[in-house]
């Protein structure tokens, strides 16, 4: 009798602690958080997101609180949230303190750029959401399609490509993605070689240092389908004519938070990359 009351009691518990986690609204700060949550199915809890999340597009409805890394108390708290899934990093550091003082539930999520830090990260948010069952689903089939994309890019490439990552090219100096970052990650996980491994971290080249990366292609994000620069723009820069991606016109243009995001569609990009980087090669 006493056992019955005891599991009764636990499974009271639970179901109000499932009850309380449904009820939060929630705001995604990084894109692949709010990608993580619509793929657990949690979208309806969304009451925000950061200016970066606009994947999938019914995310762009919700309201917008700013930057990641430049919000404000009064943007965030404008939504009336109580919980925030933050990406480490985001900020600044004096708005996280006043949102914590808010009495707000602050969860900050690791953005490893990695397979591990993929499955992690879905793990984390489904733990603060409270539907792990959903979490466990969604990161084994993510490692799965993960997996595969890793061993066809791997067998697909004979040699790897020479991929320089341009984050922008503008006043004569060119913001290049250099090992430790997403984009060197992608890139080598596509089968790629990353021509400014070199250096470490976003670091601003001269004209002559980019050329001497000699890349046999050039790699760039699409922010909401706008291009950064131009073709036209950057093939008539003589540093980028110089090189070998400059003479082929040889340019491969991704949206960002699909190329850089690291969240549940990374397996596709890594096979886009992938195929992409196949046909540099072959031309």
């Given amino acids: 009798m006493m056992r019955g009351l005891v599991t009764l009691c636990a499974a009271l518990l639970v179901s109000a602690a499932a009850a309380q986690a449904e009820s939060k609204r929630v705001i995604a700060i990084g894109s692949s958080l709010t990608e993580i949550v619509h793929a657990l199915g949690q979208q309806h809890r969304l009451v925000g997101r950061d200016r970066s999340s606009t994947w999938p597009p019914e995310a762009a409805d919700l309201p917008d609180v700013g930057y990641r890394r430049a919000l404000s108390p009064e943007g965030v708290l404008s939504v009336a949230p109580d919980l925030i899934l933050a990406l480490e990093g985001s900020g600044p550091p004096e708005t996280i303190a006043v949102l914590q003082e808010a009495g707000v539930d602050y969860v900050a999520i690791a953005d490893e ?39 066809e890019s791997s067998a697909a490439q004979d040699a790897p490509v020479n991929v320089l990552f341009l984050l922008s090219a503008r006043g004569g100096e060119f913001v290049v993605g250099g090992a430790e970052t997403q984009a060197d990650t992608i890139i080598r996980m596509a089968g790629g070689k990353n021509a400014a491994a070199d250096v470490t971290g976003f670091k601003t080249m001269t004209p002559e240092a980019m050329a001497a990366t000699a890349p046999d292609v050039i790699l760039m994000m699409e922010r909401q389908g706008e291009a950064i620069l131009s073709e036209e ?41 992938s195929a992409a980087l196949r046909g540099v090669r072959g031309s």
């Fill in 113 to 151: 750029f990695s397979r591990g830090g993929v499955i992690d990260k879905i793990r984390a948010v489904g733990a603060a959401l409270g539907v792990e069952p959903e979490a466990e689903a969604l990161a084994a089939e993510t490692a799965r399609r993960l997996d595969r994309a890793l061993a």
């Fill in 233 to 273: 723009e950057l093939f008539a820069l003589p540093a980028v004519r110089l090189t070998s991606a400059g003479q082929n016109r040889a340019l491969i243009r991704m949206p960002g938070a699909y190329l850089l995001g690291f969240g549940p569609r990374t397996a596709d990009a890594v096979m886009d990359l």
